[in-house]
């Protein structure tokens, strides 16, 4: 439940490393640091696809669990020496802002405002009414590459470099990395022999990456400031002498305050800065021994290194940099992984009548991540904005944690096939994980089965019918689970062992996914038109769960296995390709998808539920029968005639118990892709959209008890919020 739901990146046959970095991440605020896939040049990228079930659990197993995207990488071809120069611009703005009043503001007292506009109409000028557009600028993204390749019939050559260049919409947020890759090719003794070397650096820097949440985010200040201010006074003087202390000083219209804070502030005082080198390096080496036969090596090394820091200085607010001298934050990060895997198969038709194609290898996987953590936090700083650790006070928090894997396998494949018309496919696969060490399940085994059928080689058809195929599948994936959930360790802090407060479990098993797929594809009119759809039903069994530990066991909690959560649906894509001249073609291709996620069983000591995430006055909670996304919050007490109940105040009165208000995952998720051609140009269009699910608005929440938004406008000039039977109370009361 709590694991990592990302596909698995396979680039040339090779699994690629996806750490997650949390930089930042909190209740309230948070950053992007982005993913493995992001690091890629997509110039460098030839072709993809997406493996699921079958074909994904033997070749990969248990880091297949949630899906593959298989790359194929560009690489050298036989012939002079070419030169591709490629260029891409990209230009962003806002899509959607929040709906803002200008018609009434704060009050002031001084030359300070009100926190919140709950104040008179205003008569006279609005100078902050302009405030989110201006504050906005033009994205821009501009992605430069070069490629050379090149080589003979025995030996090719691909170099590549890509530098990319970006402005974010938020002002002082951008970005550059360089990417630099270098692959060569060897086809010997009459091809076959063929050694393929790969060598990829990635080094990339990015700036004041937007925060999310509420608290150090420069959209809260920004959108609840008051119209009738002039935002442009604290724009252009966001810092002021304070000559009681001899430093600059945040300004803002209210003081300072936990809650909101000057934007430009924010953006110029508190920054972050986030670094990454990667290197990865991989070979592949197959000979041919017969025709039938061949065997096949990789091995790959892939080693991330990140650094991560924050700055906020003197006058931000106390609830980020306690201690007034401001505060600093540094977090070094590194993942290393070594994958090899050896691999024979074989080929062979008899008789023209049956195809065999089988396959057994072995692989390894190691993996090391490390993550050193410092903070000031609430000791604050000795010297006002001076970022270094030796200006922290007192013992800073100080974390190591260097969590290390090793997964060894061995895995079998096998397809039959008659007269080219039926294919049954059988694979099997078993996993040591040494997550699973201390437990009785280290070794885990699991196959899967799948049947695909050419109905027009088997039955006649029109001769507009290129193909139709039914095809069926059942697979089962293994899943292993973090470090040390089995035997956790005491970790590292301020120098000394901090004592681990979770349970070992013995017992633990590993996940298992049971997969159960039907589908149909259909091609017709010389492969112009195209159908297809698929039918599946997934159940994730023995999810592992955290849940409290009695006192007596001088542990906090401790992890069981259980849960049955399904997910069932279908995918469906048709789309139709028409030539009008040589030169002239257009593409369109229409998906559409359907999902229902059920929770089948939990366990009987999960009786309440699970609290899977939770924010100001909500909660992320799975239940046996509800759904993963399921969200409960307190709702306004209504009567039999849906009329709101108040206060002898004449408030609102809001339910005690937090209740069911929907779930936020889409029932519905289509796209509609379009590629128009005209000779060598190509123009690319795509509208996508997801239909169902609930949200809570807390941005929207937020402003409206600030008084900012038209919302609140309007039911002040209204005369208050009708509450269900004509009887109206005052604005900010409700709100």
Known sequence: VWGNNEPLIVIDGIPMNNPKTTQLSGEY??????????????DDIARMSVLKGTSAAAPYGSMAANGVIMINTKKGREGAIRVDFSSNITIESPLLTPKLQSRYGAVKSGDKYNEKSWGDKITGDTPGKDRVDDFFRTGSTYINSVTLNGGTETTQSFLSYANTTALGIMPTNDFMRHNMSARQSFNLYDDRLNIDATLSYI???????????????PLTGLYTFPANADFNHYKDNYEVYDGGRNLMAQYWYTGLNDFTGNPYWMLNRTRTQAKRDRVMASGIVSYKITDDLNVQGRLSVDNTSDDFQQKWHATTVQVWAPG????????????????GDFMANYSKEFADTWELNASVGTSFMDSKIKTT???????????????????????????????????????????????????????????WSSTLAFTDNVSFFYPSVGLTGLINEIVPMHESVDLFKLRGSYSVVGNDVPAYITYPMDGINHGQLEPNTKAPFGEMKPEKMHSMEFGLDLNMFNN???????????????????????IATGYNSYYINAGDIQNSGFESSIGYRWIFSSDISWSTNYNISYNKNEIKKLDDRLSDGVEIGSGAGYRFMITEGGSFGDVYSRKIKRDA?????????????????????????????MGW?????????????LVDGKIGGNTIGMTQSYLDSYGVTKTTADARDNGGVDIGNGTKIDAQTYY
């Open 673 to 685: 892709s379009n590629n128009i051609y005209y000779k060598d140009f190509n123009f690319y269009f």
């Open 528 to 550: 112009r038109f195209n159908f297809d759809i698929t039918y599946y039903k997934t159940n994730n069994k023995n999810q592992y769960f955290e849940i409290s530990s009695p």
């Open 641 to 669: 005639n849906g009329v709101i109940e108040l206060t002898d105040k004449g408030a609102p009165i809001v339910e005690s118990e937090q209740t069911y208000l929907g779930n936020v995952n889409p029932d519905w998720t």
């Open 203 to 217: 080094t990339e820097k990015g700036n004041n990456r937007p925060h999310g949440g509420t608290y150090n985010n």
């Open 29 to 42: 605020e948070g950053s992007d640091g982005g993913n493995a896939f992001s690091n890629l040049n997509p």
């Open 373 to 431: 953590y410092l903070d000031s936090d609430k000791l604050g700083l000795m010297q006002p904005n001076y970022f270094v650790p030796e200006n922290i006070k007192g013992n800073p928090n100080q974390r190591a944690i260097s969590p290390e894997k090793r997964l060894n396998s061995v895995f079998g494949t096998l397809q039959v096939g008659y007269k080219g018309k039926v294919y049954v496919d059988v694979t099997g696969r078993n996993d």
């Open 324 to 339: 007034g001298n401001g505060r600093y934050k540094h977090e070094e990060f590194s993942a290393k992984q070594f994958y």
